[in-house]
DNA sequence: CTGTTAGCGCCTTCAC
DNA sequence: GTGAAGGCGCTAACAG
């Protein structure tokens, strides 16, 4: 920067502003020094500038990528944050406190000017030394229950389950099993499940356990068709807390010649590309996962500002799309 | 950090060395250091830390994440840079030259360690800033063909189409179509298609243009479908670029109650977790997107270390998977 | 093994 | 509209 400086016959301080507030330096100047600029490739050091001014950078801890609709998350997050000329700066973590404390740690030693994260902060570590550090926080998570640290943005997923339960039961379904990915820390999947519990409870249905965990990939659909259906020959409608898990479902029914829905039936949530793309096409609930991510970050830089939404929560909502499947 | 070192008793350097290379220190200050750490909750700034060392963060730029393998890599670069305690810096850009040029600069201006980048350097004045950087680049990309800046992860996208192509005239089928998603800008389905026509022209096969390009969508590959079985009735078997495509070819075929491979034969590229799992389960070409993540990572390390790995390239190597479509 | 000194490159503050 | 001084928080380099 000094070296643009000199080139441009002006002081450093000059070809700062030249470049953050070009207003505040009069065009002649303005013009000499971004050529200079542009000829030396010159690239201002983030680094530097964000030791004074707080850096433009969003810290954002996500799930595993992979089969799941959180690329979708990032991607809204990644263009809402070049929108406003932010970086994401990326963690994966997987649903454990333990490493959603390390992550934290290690998003909060880049002062990023807020964190995102797919959950709930669940140490009470965690979230003081968030409070400590004066970062706003986002959860992209369940907004039923819990008051988020500032700002909770997601759907409630008890509503969406249980909407969803209910569906299926007025389509005529009986017997009603439920299928789910590990729940264990994931307080979404949790509330989905207790959502299906308190539609068979409402219903009145009387069906024994008819939920089964499985490993979240679409082969652990395929097994969950067999256990379930294995435990009670009867069951009706199948609803898989994700579209992978209803897709694995589908392919082991196709693969047993099974009639969908007639044999058996099948729902999903989250609406992925898959499930409408899928023959025949999933029953599922949609969620905007890209809107989400927008609007984390759009929510996230109002708070940085010094907007106070806390304790508040951002309803996305969903939707129950009826396809072939149930 | 000066108060820690205050309330230790010792000089801030002393805490700095403390929490970076703890052998340096005595047991017994660095154990009275980490506690006041410890009590504080203090995370050292890494922003002013990168301003003397070089900060230990890696930028990547990556197409879109949604519907593609590319989630597996981030998935492994993430994974990787966790284990050497490095951070991923993310920016999307599409495949224009524009987008990755601007996504560059914005990397750069965070001085990162290195950089990874899902394709070839495109533009000259990319190429020219990251070298007056002095920053090393691992580009994870068709490995044929170009010489890479510094290092290349991938496979020959060229060998492995031409391979697959003539893995499906061995098994006996004529006409074989190629259905990919929009080649301009993206080296490896470039590279794909060159190997399909060079099989096409080896085999003395005489099929005119059995070629498509549709969006990235397992739409597109129902489309595909579509287009090229009205383009010649008598196609035999179509390879997809990907496994999306693919996928949603063999859900069109469903659609149509046309019997696969009898009717139609298809192969997919990719090997995603989708292509073993429809029914019937996609024959494809196995890339392993994690390990090149992974991989590229280890290597930028190696090149930042000082290793000189120059115009080299890294095949991590492809796999024939021979399932029931084709 | 520990401390002193100096400075990374920019931006805030204040003066002109 | 422009510039001079100083410091953000940490760590290399050197000394003890």
């Known amino acids: 920067m000094r070296d643009i400086a000199a080139q441009a016959g002006v002081a450093p301080i000059t070809v700062s502003r030249a470049l953050s507030s070009p207003d505040k330096v009069s065009p002649e100047t303005l013009k000499k020094i971004l050529e200079v600029v542009q000829k030396e490739g010159f690239i201002p050091n983030n680094v530097a500038g964000s030791m004074r001014a707080t850096a433009k950078v969003i810290g954002t801890i996500v799930p595993p990528l992979i089969n799941s609709g959180i690329a979708d998350q990032v991607q809204g997050m990644s263009d809402a944050c070049a929108a406003h000329g932010y970086q994401l700066l990326l963690v994966q973590g997987d649903f454990s406190a333990e490493a959603e404390d390390k992550a934290i740690m290690a998003l909060l030693g880049w002062r990023p000017k807020g964190l995102i994260i797919q959950a709930f902060v669940q140490s009470k570590a965690a979230r003081k030394r968030i409070a400590t550090a004066g970062v706003p926080v986002v959860e992209i998570s369940e907004i039923r229950g819990r008051t988020p640290m500032n700002l909770a943005v997601g759907i409630s997923n008890f509503d969406a389950a249980y ?22 820390g994931n307080d979404r999947l949790r509330q989905r499940r207790v959502g299906y519990r308190k539609a068979i409870a409402d219903l009145g249905i009387d069906q024994g356990d008819l939920e089964v965990e499985v490993p979240i990939t679409s082969k652990g659909g395929a097994a969950a068709l067999s256990i379930l259906t294995e435990r009670d020959p009867s069951i009706e409608v199948i ?63 109002s708070l940085a500002a010094g907007e106070t939404g806390s304790g508040k929560s951002v309803d996305v909502g969903f939707e129950i799309i009826d396809r072939e499947s149930a």
Do not use: N
């Open 163 to 184: 909407a969803m339960t209910q569906h299926l039961a007025g389509k005529g379904y009986k017997r009603i099993g439920f299928v789910s990915t590990p729940i264990h």
């Open 239 to 301: 609803f898989c807390s994700s579209d992978l898990l209803a897709f694995g479902a589908v392919q082991e029914c196709r693969r047993r010649g099974w009639a969908i829905p007639d044999r058996i039936a099948i729902a999903g949530f989250g609406d992925m590309d898959l499930a409408s793309q899928t023959y025949p096409a999933i029953t599922t609930v949609r969620v905007d996962r890209y809107g989400m991510g927008r609007s984390a970050v759009d929510h996230l830089l």
